[in-house]
């Protein structure tokens, strides 16, 4: 994780958010609190929908995953390369010991810890 996504996973914590899924497709993200509380924000005010890939495709989820990892890739592309790899959602948990990433396809899921380092 690039030490901008360290810092705004940090963050989010630190204002209470417990986790948090991102609807690929619509740019939808839904930030949930403790005791059900949330708040709903999307990503692509006046943009197209993206459209899925149907096949999972796990080598480009990874190469996407590596470049946010790096900080070597807009946020718009990390989605994108998202989109064409299959993913349709993804959900962050920061709650508990071992704060975490799935990545969600239509036939796999795909979870990585968060190492906030």
């Known amino acids: ?7 705004q996973v940090k963050t989010l914590m630190m204002l209470g958010v417990r986790s948090y899924t991102v609807d690929i497709a619509t740019g939808w993200i839904v930030y949930r609190y403790e005791e059900g509380k949330m708040h709903i924000h999307n990503l692509y005010t006046g943009s197209k929908l993206r459209s899925i890939t149907a096949a999972f495709n796990k080598e480009m989820l990874e190469k996407a995953i590596l470049g946010n990892k790096t900080g070597k890739m807009s946020r718009a592309s990390f989605m994108g390369k998202l989109a064409r790899s299959g993913v349709r959602l993804y ?9 975490s990433v799935t990545y969600i396809t239509a036939s796999n899921t795909f979870c990585e810890p968060i190492i906030l380092e």
């Open 91 to 99: 959900e962050v948990t920061l709650d508990g010991k071992a704060p």
């Open 1 to 7: 994780m690039s030490e901008h996504s360290i810092v």
